[in-house]
């Protein structure tokens, strides 16, 4: 039969307590009414109660007839009753320690009785199924033998809780078997289960089920003795799971056998952060598409050697990316590179990886292809990004080069794939930019070549295998020696003499032009403070140094300052020497940087002048000391056209510039040079380019 919930009519107070809280009639009756049921059917003998928490306070809802034969309340008369109104003197803790949400409490207690003494009590706490509510049990407490003797006995139980149920680490115990004799409160909170549900067998259903068997053979294993972890997954609800590394640890006990003792340490979040910390490894923040990192695991894993097709890769480059980042800024160029990695992805199979290599750089590896598929879908790629895209109220027309490689025999490394795809995109861009270029042997074996070189030249600048030569200037008036132009040279040790003109375009190209600056920079200062050492005042008064307009930046005029000072050489026998197109190329930079080095003390001159296009505006306004007038002007006069000789000397008068002849070969040159009214000459009429120790003896022989 049914047990009635009884609630006393609002604002009609029991003896001794409080009326009903306002809340009480909005009280989810039915979660009361189950523990109702369940309490009902304790022992008459038994005083029970039904508590529920409202806010910070825990009330009396329900009580049995045993209240009323145990401490005389009638049973109507305590609902709405706070419970530390009827326990005064609650353990340690106050009445959160009675109601825990985890497990059952059983402590004694002093309750008030109806005439207000108190009475000893046993009393049992247990929470409901239902979030809130608790059943209270309470009986006579036992004489004093009987509590001394259960002390005694209790005694190492409640160190053990302390230790267990207090601890933040989850922890089970297993007196024997795979059957738990104990759970403390934070394996409770980890799979959202109380202690009671867990006993036993009842923790296997909180393991996946997916996972189940796996940690019954480790707990089975560690039965027989040992220790065993396993990662499992535990619910915490249908769509609540958390991943646990659970360590089993061996555990005899006397007259029970084999059991274990097992910890669980949560590492959902530190396996999010770290999975977090992989993707951020493997892909590119802006896009979200894979990275180079990614790629390369990628590629290495179905890269198998000595094969024919199969593996097809395409290598984009946006052509003229930095017009739109040079246009509508940098934001729009992100957003484009956005739009790009969203077209590819649509473009290609669900199977092929698409990459952002860098910059304006993508990449797709396709499997299971030959050379007329990937063609093929780098055209379709091609007429997809193609499209216009909308930047900004811009309309912008994507065009991209392709390179595409299938791997061959001849690919010995993934790398080699990959490096022979960019070659090819390379090869598209050369034949006219927004083509599919489908890479040559030809072409194969010069870049190839060329990266065998850039590895070469790289070992040269680090082990110090360049040289320079000097090159001697002199006053045209007199021929008298005023300076040197340092001149770098490279020996090959299987090639021979490679020149400049080939390997400074590889030093731009391949990133090392700013040590090959550095060492040139260094050598030559050091060569100069050599030679005043050696030849005093008739030394070189000036050298002349190259710089790439790659290295025009704000570094240049901080090295050329430690350089000269760590050599105790004055600012004002160094002159730099930059083309015409370097200080084109960034006329506001070239000018913050030029005005450095003038502050400096350092000479400027403009080299190879006349063969490149500058605004005139431009140069008047840079701090330029010396024009210096290409050869092939200079080899003109020698058919009897000084026009542009004698237009550039002029412009250097008209500037108030020095100017500097080169290649000067003869006496008719050197004549028709002072006509001009040219300042300086240098060429091999003067002198060839010499070592240090022949430019001294040739600076030396003048001084005499």
């Known amino acids: 039969m049914a047990v009635p919930v009884v609630v006393p009519p609002s604002g009609v107070p029991g003896p001794g307590r409080p009326g009903p809280v306002g809340r009480a009639g909005a009280l989810d009756t039915a979660r009361v009414s189950r523990a109702v049921v369940h309490a009902a059917s304790v022992r008459v003998d038994v005083a029970v109660l039904v508590v529920t928490t409202d806010g910070d306070a825990a009330r009396v809802r329900w009580a049995n007839a045993g209240v009323e034969r145990l401490l005389g309340h009638a049973a109507a008369d305590l609902v709405g009753t706070p419970l530390d109104h009827l326990f005064p003197h609650p353990p340690l803790g106050g009445v959160a320690a009675l109601l825990r949400h985890e497990r059952s409490v059983t402590v004694e207690l002093q309750a008030r009785d109806r005439t207000g003494s108190l009475v000893e009590l046993a009393v049992v706490t247990t929470p409901s199924t239902d979030a809130g509510v608790w059943t209270v049990s309470a009986q006579h407490a036992r004489s004093d033998a009987e509590r001394a003797l259960a ?18 680490m989850p922890t089970l115990l297993s007196e024997q078997g795979l059957r738990l004799a104990h759970v403390n409160d934070a394996f409770c909170r980890l799979t959202g289960r109380q202690a009671e549900e867990l006993l036993g067998t009842g ?12 940690v019954v053979d480790v707990a089975a294993a560690v039965l027989s003795g040992g220790a065993g972890d396993i990662r499992a997954r535990l619910l915490r609800g249908p769509d609540d799971e958390r991943s646990a590394l659970l360590r089993f640890s061996h555990l005899h006990t006397p007259d029970l056998g084999s059991g274990f003792v097992a910890t669980a340490e949560d590492v959902t979040e530190r396996l999010a952060f770290e999975a977090q910390l992989a993707h951020q490894a493997t892909h590119d923040p802006l896009t979200g598409l894979p990275n180079r990192a990614r790629l390369a695991t990628y590629v290495g894993e179905r890269f198998l050697p000595g094969t024919r097709d199969g593996l097809g890769c395409l290598f984009l480059d946006i052509d003229d990316f930095k017009v739109v980042n040079d246009s509508l800024g940098h934001a729009a160029g992100d957003q484009l590179l956005v739009q790009v990695a969203q077209r590819l992805r649509t473009a290609v199979r669900p199977t092929d990886l698409v990459v952002r290599f860098g910059g304006d750089e993508f990449v797709v590896v396709c499997e299971d292809v030959d050379e007329d598929a990937v063609v093929a879908l780098g055209r ?165 140094v190259n710089v790439s307009a790659l290295q025009l930046d704000d570094h240049l005029p901080s090295l050329v300052a430690t350089t000269l000072s760590r050599h105790g ?34 000479t400027i001159a403009v080299d190879d002048f006349g063969t490149g296009y500058s605004s005139l505006a431009h140069l008047r306004r840079l701090p330029v000391d010396r024009l210096k007038i290409d050869r092939s002007f200079v080899a003109e006069l020698s058919e009897g056209h000084p026009e542009i000789t004698g237009a550039v000397v002029a412009l250097a008068v008209g500037l108030g510039l020095d100017s500097v002849a080169e290649g000067v070969e003869d006496v008719s040159q050197v004549r028709a040079l002072a006509e001009l009214g040219a300042t300086h000459l240098q060429g091999f009429g003067i002198a060839r380019p010499m070592s240090g120790a022949a430019t001294a003896a040739w600076f030396a022989e003048r001084a005499r």
């Not at 795809?421 to 927004?434: L, R, S, V």
């Not at 050489?569 to 003038?598: F, I, K, N, W, Y």
């Open 380 to 544: 379709r790629i091609s007429v997809e990004l193609a499209r216009p895209v909308q930047l900004g109220g811009v309309s912008v027309s994507v065009r991209v080069s392709v390179g595409v490689t299938v791997q061959t025999p001849a690919h010995l490394t993934a790398d080699e794939l990959v490096r022979d795809c960019d070659i090819a995109m390379y090869q598209a861009k050369a034949d006219g930019k927004g083509r599919v270029s489908v890479l040559d042997q030809s072409s194969r074996e010069e870049a190839r070549d060329k990266l065998r070189l850039v590895a070469d030249l790289r070992a040269a600048i680090d082990g110090g295998l360049l040289t320079l030569a000097y090159q001697p200037v002199v006053e045209t008036a007199t021929l008298a020696p005023v300076g040197v132009e340092a001149l770098a040279r490279w020996t090959h040790p299987t090639r021979g003499a490679v020149g400049p003109d080939v390997f400074v375009p590889l030093a731009e190209e391949s990133g090392l032009v700013d040590a090959l600056g550095s060492w040139v920079l260094e050598e030559a200062c050091g060569q100069l403070a050599a030679w005043d050492a050696e030849l005093g005042l008739a030394a070189p008064r000036t050298v002349n």
């Open 151 to 168: 002390d005694s006995a209790a005694a190492h139980e409640r160190r053990f809780t302390t230790l267990t149920q207090r601890s933040p």
């Open 203 to 214: 923790w296997l259903a909180s393991v996946h089920p997916d996972d189940v068997d796996a």
């Open 569 to 602: 050489v004055g600012a004002e026998r160094l002159c730099v020497e930059l083309t015409e197109s370097a200080l084109m190329r960034d006329a506001d930079q070239a000018r913050a940087v030029l005005d450095q080095l003038r502050e400096l003390g350092v």
